[in-house]
């Protein structure tokens, strides 16, 4: 939790604290609302004041507000939003060390013209910014490998409170570093309660106001957000979602977008945050596609963070070759076509819905570890990413109808699957390739399908090349001849499931003819000998 | 072996013994050619009869010879071969009963207006006559359905006479009742031997005269293919392929036409054949798609019992729509794309390479067994037919290089793989669906893909439904709501691998919620209860 203590030292009172390091309209600020005084804010660290301004009417949707911060010659939009109460807030992520100052804007009188600054400094240890796309993969703001070994917990946000506590706690355990989770509350199969909070006001009879957002909801969700923050994991948030009894998969255009703001001005300042513009955006049967290039741009304009902008689908993809796409997010196991799409694409995929560790009714929810740990290999040997999910019920709960089982994928909870364990594995020999390469990507390079499964992509050898990994699959050779690159190399048989690594006798050089296990889902690692 | 001397008990010696039953000219060509005496023909055996003809030139290229066979208006022309030492062969399976007469036709006088008949009368117990494509799936020219679960022996024939005999008795024992299989001998990786017979004349430097077939070569073959027959297995003889060094590949077209027609007349007599024109069509780099339509209408226009026609590729698939095409010959495994093509194509598909069981350095010839038998059982489930092959190396000779391994799929012998027990226990769930249902096709509907995965062929329930078979392939549900047609069934519970079935208690209707293994690679049985 050091973390978020951390970040709410950082909050502000009303105004910038740093005034005394501003320009002449610093005066102006620390004379009309001199509260906290802060020496400094770390880089890639959440930088927040409040203003007083007006109550009255409907401020949402009334009040514009925001700031431009400055450092330099640059200048950067931040939109500012209503907390509640007559309180105004901007949030903004410097990115840059230097002393930014701001300035507000408003058709507020309250609320314009305020003015102040502070001096962005190192970022705290162990803190590399946030995650960016780098050719067809991913790596944090200061160029550090990033590579998403992530899970899904739908509707983790909407449960009771000691569940949540427990997911957190799970997940700090767990060998996941990105989540897949909902804003909205899920309505669905094994889906069913109400959340203790709900994203906009009611009136009695239940009926939403969509033009007045809840802050006490979305203060709730931020805690999350900053919970799995402090825990290295980046949260996939999905923005709009067809899983709903309320109306939020149905509101009308203008108070889409109007949310959709209101969560940018929000929450873009989180360093963890990735926007998914939707789960299965083509089940929403209310909005085309054309609205969802929309939501893009609303989020390009409103992100002065420009944080990772994806979609996920069912059915019918979105195409991920457009610009504004920083990623695909697909659902399917089609990792044979990942080269093509790789090279159309020319962005990372993540293979983000590869179906579930599980063994509910459901073709979706129902794999077993074992095929969930190849679907990871298989996704990291195509150059991609996989995302996890679980959904194990208990053998005994599935013939009791009143049975309210606690389900990962959509409540969080506890882990008991068994791929968990193989997949923390297999991102243990990703990580470990990248530290003996220095490289902004995997240091090894895949051979399956690319090389052994003879695919289309060309085997990518270099006398760089500091490891080579080949995956096996189904297939079951007792002998191959590896064509190795220029150099020296150690060799070790990898079993994924038992997650065991056997070194074989010997250096290597060129054509080397290796005994294997002959038995299927079998790996082998090359290591490059100084 | 039984069948065997029976086809040779049909021969005749030169013309149609049968003359005494025939009109007019039989007279003539009793008086000019009477040799053996038969009372009849049963229906879909091979009638035969040999005339002396031209010795001197190349009679293989200069004599046209040919006989017409009459029942009542219809009928047939069958084209005749030359068999070397001046003997002139015409081969014609009856696919009716009845009395047929016949004339021949020549440009040799010798051959010319040679006239007989025979009587065409019912066929032997247990033989139901050549497959033909029957909507989707196979039958017997008879009505008898006909479920193809083949195998893989390219060059079995050009072995020593020891392995192919022990090739024979293998089969007399195992599952399998189609083999792919080469007319040309096979120069590829581990299949580097010299036929004991090649197919045409050759010099003494070992260069062939493609004008002159080898009799005894077709004679050896024949032998086979009717071995094949005894033993009620059908022969998918595959005419061409690109894995030569005597120049079989890259004949000219005039010769490649030319054995094409030898073939046809030789061999279209025999019940058991079917035509694959190719494997591996599109790695024949000297011919064209269009070499391809034009064989298969050599083919078409030179087999009077119209057997069976495909060809099979390596990367780029031919148009298996085509109106001369019986039925698709896949290379791959892609059986979640069957629906679509069985709608588009509207006629049987066989995935007749799906890899091999094995454990030798090629990804084609190295997956499990336990990966064979899924992939029987998701062919079958799309409504369609795979063929099995095995490729497994002895563990020790993989390393030693002087090693000349015998390989079931390249040269027959012994099969050693724990796949063809399961594909064995299949085959009798198919059959046995047959059966229960009467029904020229399986008498179960295949609920996976199309239900269980809720792909897009709907589910084909009747009220007429015999058997449902789901397969839940990497499924492993604890238990599911299965929809059943109107009308009472039974339940057992199938494990494709153990190959146990286990009858659940009780008797189901309407929606039928189940428990299940809740492990994956199992199945479940309905059976309609009378």
């Known amino acids: 939790m050091a973390q978020i203590d951390r970040r709410k030292m950082l909050k502000l009172g009303t105004a910038g604290s740093l005034a005394a390091l501003a320009s002449t309209s610093a005066q102006h600020l620390m004379a009309e609302a001199p509260e906290t005084a802060r020496a400094a804010v770390p880089q890639w660290e959440v930088f927040e004041f409040a203003l007083p301004g007006p109550a009255s009417g409907n401020p949402f949707a009334e009040v514009q507000f925001s700031a431009a911060f400055t450092l330099g010659n640059r200048s950067v939009y931040v939109p500012g939003f209503y907390d509640g109460e007559g309180r105004y807030k901007i949030r903004f992520m410097p990115d840059a060390e230097g002393m930014w100052s701001y300035a507000t804007a408003s058709n507020s009188p309250a609320l314009s013209g305020k003015t102040g600054a502070f001096a962005c400094i190192a970022p705290l240890a162990g803190v590399h910014g946030p995650v960016c796309a780098r050719g067809h993969h991913f790596a944090y703001a200061d160029g550090t490998p990033f590579f998403p070994f992530g899970t899904t917990c739908y509707a983790w946000v909407h449960q009771p409170e000691e569940l949540q506590k427990q997911t957190l706690e799970t997940l700090r355990a767990a060998p996941f570093n990105k989540i897949r989770m909902c804003v909205f509350p899920k309505s669905y199969e094994y ?38 923050c402090a825990l290295g994991i980046e949260a996939d948030l999905i923005l709009f979602h067809p899983y709903d009894r309320w109306g939020y998969a149905t509101m ?26 939707a789960n299965e955006y083509d089940l929403m049967r209310a909005k085309t596609t054309q609205d969802f290039d929309r939501f893009f741009h609303i989020v390009e304009e409103n992100d002065p963070s420009a944080h990772l902008r994806s979609v996920h689908y069912c059915n019918t993809m979105y195409d991920y070759g457009r610009p504004w796409v920083t990623h695909a997010s697909l659902q399917n196991s089609e990792f044979e076509s990942a080269a093509g799409w790789l090279q159309d694409w020319r ?58 089982p606690t389900l990962w994928w959509a409540h ?6 068994a791929s968990p364990q193989r997949i923390g594995f297999l991102r243990k020999l990703v990580e470990d390739s990248a530290v003996a390469s220095g490289s902004t990507r995997a240091g090894f390079e895949a051979q399956s399908p690319a090389y052994y499964l003879n695919a289309s992509v ?33 060799a070790e048989l990898i079993d994924p499931w038992e997650m065991k690594i056997t070194p074989l006798p010997g250096i290597f050089s060129g054509k080397t003819k290796l005994k294997l296990a002959g038995r299927p889902y079998q790996a082998l690692r090359f290591r490059r000998v100084l």
Chains 1, 2 share one sequence.
């Not at 203008?254 to 998914?276: F, K, P, Q, T």
């Not at 969080?412 to 699957?417: E, F, I």
């Not at 050898?461 to 490891?467: G, I, L, M, S, V």
Request: negative net charge; aromatic residues 14%; hydrophobic residues 35%.
């Open 191 to 228: 889906n069913h309660n109400e959340p203790a909070l709900y994203p906009f006001a009611r009136d009695a009879a239940g009926k939403s106001d969509f033009s007045r957002p809840n802050p006490a909801f979305f203060e709730h969700l931020e805690q999350r957000i900053a919970g799995l």
């Open 252 to 277: 009308p255009a203008e108070a889409d977008d109007r949310y959709l703001r209101y969560v940018l001005a929000r929450i873009s300042a989180y360093r963890n945050i990735w926007w998914s513009l």
């Open 347 to 404: 962005k990372p995929i993540c293979f983000d819905e590869v179906m579930y560790e599980g063994n509910l009714n459901r073709r979706w929810g129902n794999i077993s570890a074992e095929e969930m740990t190849r679907k990871f290999w298989l996704g990291v040997m195509a150059g991609c990413y996989v995302t996890h999910g679980e959904t194990l019920l208990d053998a005994d709960g599935a013939f009791d109808e009143n049975a309210t």
């Open 412 to 417: 969080g909870g506890t882990l008991r699957g």
């Open 458 to 490: 060309p085997l990518r050898e270099t006398k760089d090349t500091a490891q080579i990994l080949y995956y096996f699959d189904v297939h079951q050779p007792i002998f191959y001849e590896f064509p190795l690159p220029e150099g020296r190399f150690s």
